[in-house]
């Protein structure tokens, strides 16, 4: 058994801790944000990754999680997101992976660690190296599961090609776990995380009233809980008790004087513990307004109503496709509409458009992006960096500056309208 | 081709780039046809690479069928002509079209992306203009974001590869696709393909596979009968010729390489190393590795690159002679031997590599990275393995779509050949 202050976990533990405490010394008061910073914690500690055995891992958030609950177990995710985790992989993957992907690596052929033993690891080719990744797991003797993402969503044929891939991943799920998705089982697994979207929505919501009173960092890392957390019945639970916190203070807060400067942060998704993007920007002055990664439309597709009149399964597996605002696809058109969507929202003064080293995809999409937000005269600064921390003075230096345009900006609207 | 007027300036920088393109093009075919021992027969193919590249001129078809231009090797030829079309591939290995796409696509894409929507931006490729449709098979990232960029300018379809090939399933995957192809293929070119046109059409792929096999059994041979530049070249204008002029073109190479072995004619010497390249592709004009390698004293006998002997090297094996039975046998051409790193699972490709070596005899490898090519890295580390059990050396070059890097990469290639000859030594 690994001891935890051995030196291979040193740097991972340091990490996620630093990350933790800076998120509990910078949030609000409140009783119910120490819940999911302890979902964090459970999920984080070399402790408790020693005991995990998951029936189900899932690689990203690319898959319709209804159907893990479905089948009477609970997804496990590896989102990445650790630079420890990325330190462990670097042996078995070339220089130019993305850390997203050597993170979920160093988590999962990490042989402290074991979460594989008896798991069923599902896949999605979302990306070249989730295409090698998958290789080099099953080489490793893992249990693999990849799933095909049509990669053309206009492509008539498109949503029949998925609905093969999703019936094959759920007879391999139901196999796995020796039970079978029925349609009640889905249903009720459907109701109860619509439940948890709605509330995740709802708590958006809640942070964008409160404006920067409630920090953007402090929104995410409760959302990126969901992932984490063991227990979706108790994650919804203290999310509605967050909410009605949140009314509470709503209810109670004075108009402040002075506005930050507001970001829209996209591009590569940013997951615990590697906070260093949301921490740099908060820490020059500037909001985290909202957020737009791959993550995100999944919580809203909770409230739409449009799958209705198909069956369960369908509806479910239709609104992952069509909600996915991941770059796995030649073109995202829901990419560009959230992102259409919060330049109507009026809400944003610039947008960071953040890039790990290695996601060539997301700066594929860069271009008709920046035109889009550049037609509504918001600027937008694109920054590239991986998991490390040597780089945070040179992209403070630069940050500062986008927030001194933004300010400027700010300062000329607001005398114009005077 | 263009539409809008240019500018002067416009204009200037078009002439510059046809220039630019075309010399260095014309540089890369003199060195080419320099080195020593061509067969007489190479002229053809030769004509053909000067044609497109130096005089972008074109492709000289004898005929009115519509240009289909495709990517990769997954795109079956015998579809394309049994629809009335003439396949071209576009995957493009030129410098100048690289500098010019290096500003429309993310720094970190692959040359080959940059090379490709140089060309297509710039409108001074006929065989690019030329095209009615693009193909493009969906093999990795950068394809994939091509082809939405392409849409945008071109008539474009996403042929969408299945990650996986092992389970039946898969390969019913691939057949629907190939049947999902068929009427965007007839819709440009007019015609259907029916059972008559299929059957003609493999039958004719059939006999070019045919002479590329012998071609390839004429690679084995030790010493060499023809440079392994050479056989790279074959095997690139092969992607701009008619398919029945590249098998009679071939036929008649072949019958040379025949007379050669017969009398006994080499272009190597017995002691040369006998080395391989494998990995991202090799295309016209950047063939600075293999001119490298046969420049610096090695022999080149084999290449495992989607643009030398994986394209062809498989016939399409047609038991069931309904349609759909003609169907599943180019499914399963396509992509059951198909070497390329799109599969998730490609052990194929190390068994491939180590009957390769064996076959030809190699003695050590040099496996080809293009910058940003992240799908071939990933299996260097294994196959250095693999390898390595073998005691078969093998080295990793990393390059791009310029000249910058030649003298590194020579004196990489050098010490390797030095390497290996010493190994020789040793043993005698």
Known sequence: MIQTDDKKFASYQTEYLDTLKKLMQESIASNELHYFYNVIYSYLKPEQMLNHKPEIIIMGTGIPEELIYAAGSKPFYILGGSQGAVNWSDDVVPRDTDPVSRSMLGFLLNESFNLAEKALIICPITCDSNRKMAWLLKSSGKNVVTVDIPPDKSDPLAGIKWTQEMKKLSKKISDHTKKRITKKSLMAATKQINKTR??????????????????????????????????????????????????????????????????????????????????????????????????????????????????????????????DCSTAYSKNEMLYQSASWQIRKNKINGVIFHVLKGQIEYDFELERLEKLFGEASIPVFRLETDYQYQDVEQLRIRMEAFMEMLTQNQYRTNKAAV | MINK???????????????????????????????????????????????????????????????????????????????????????????????????????????????????????????????????????????????????????????????????????????????????????????????????????????????????????KNQPALIK????????????????????????????????????????????????????????????????????????????????????????????????????????????????????????????????????????????????????????????????GKLNVPIIRVESDYNEEDIEQLRIRIEAFIELIKLKDLQKK
């Open chain 1, 198 to 323: 709605k509330l995740m929505a709802e708590f958006i919501s809640l942070c964008e009233e409160l404006g920067p009173t409630f920090k953007g960092s402090t929104r995410m890392a409760v959302l990126n809980a969901y992932y984490y957390s063991s227990d979706p019945r108790a994650y919804s639970m203290h999310l509605k008790n967050l909410n009605l916190e949140l009314i509470e203070k709503i209810r109670t807060q004075t108009t402040q004087s002075y506005v930050k400067p507001s970001v829209l942060l996209m591009g590569s998704p940013v997951f615990l513990p590697n906070y260093k993007i949301p921490f740099l920007v908060e820490d020059i002055g500037m909001h985290i307004e909202a957020t737009l990664d791959t993550t995100i439309q999944k919580i809203y597709s909770a409230s739409k109503k449009e799958h209705q009149d198909i069956d369960i399964f369908t509806a479910v597996i239709f609104s992952q496709l069509r909600y």
């Open chain 2, 228 to 387: 392994g530049t050479h056989a790279m070249a074959v095997m690139n204008a092969s992607s701009y010729m008619p398919i029945n002029d590249f098998s009679e073109k071939l036929y008649l190479l072949n019958q040379e390489l025949a007379k050669r072995k017969k009398s006994k004619v080499f272009v190597s010497q017995k002691k040369e190393p006998r080395l391989m390249v494998t990995g991202s592709p090799i295309i016209f004009p950047n063939i600075k590795i293999p001119l490298l390698i046969e420049e610096m004293g090695g022999s080149l006998v084999a290449d495992e690159t989607c643009m030398g002997e994986r394209s062809l090297y498989d016939p399409a094996v047609v038991v069931d002679q309904s349609f759909d039975g003609m169907m599943r046998a180019l499914a399963n051409r396509y992509t059951r031997p198909c070497t390329c790193p799109t599969f998730v699972n490609n052990d194929q490709r190390i068994f491939r590599i180590k009957q390769m070596i064996k076959d030809h005899q190699v003695e050590g490898v040099i496996y080809h990275v293009l910058r940003g090519c992240l799908v071939y890295d990933f299996e260097y580390q294994m196959l250095e393995e693999e390898l």
């Open chain 2, 5 to 219: 007027k240019l500018t002067p300036s416009e204009e200037r920088q078009r002439q510059r780039f046809i220039e630019k393109s075309s010399r260095v093009s014309a540089k890369y075919l003199r060195r080419l046809t320099e080195l020593k021992g061509a067969p007489d027969t190479l002229k053809p193919f030769i004509d053909v690479l000067e044609n497109i590249y130096v005089n972008m001129d074109g492709p000289h078809f004898n005929t009115k069928k519509p240009l289909i231009g495709t990517y990769c090797v997954m795109v079956p030829q015998e579809l394309i002509y049994a629809a009335g079309g003439q396949p071209i591939k576009l995957c493009s290995g030129s410098y100048t079209a690289f500098s010019i796409g290096d500003d429309l696509v993310p720094r970190d894409a692959c040359p080959l992306i940059k090379a490709v929507m140089g060309y297509q931006t710039m409108c001074v490729m006929p065989i690019y203009d030329d095209c009615s449709m693009m193909i493009v098979p969906i093999t990795c990232d950068c394809k994939k974001k091509m082809a939405g960029m392409l849409k945008d300018l071109v008539n474009t379809y996403s042929f969408h590869i299945p990650t996986s090939k092992e389970d039946d399933t898969d390969l019913d995957q691939i057949v629907n696709e190939l049947y999902e192809l068929i009427p965007a293929l007839e819709s440009v070119t007019g015609q259907s393909i029916t059972h008559k046109s299929l059957s003609e059409s493999l039958d004719q792929v059939g006999f070019a596979q045919y002479q590329m096999t012998r071609f390839n059994e004429f690679k």
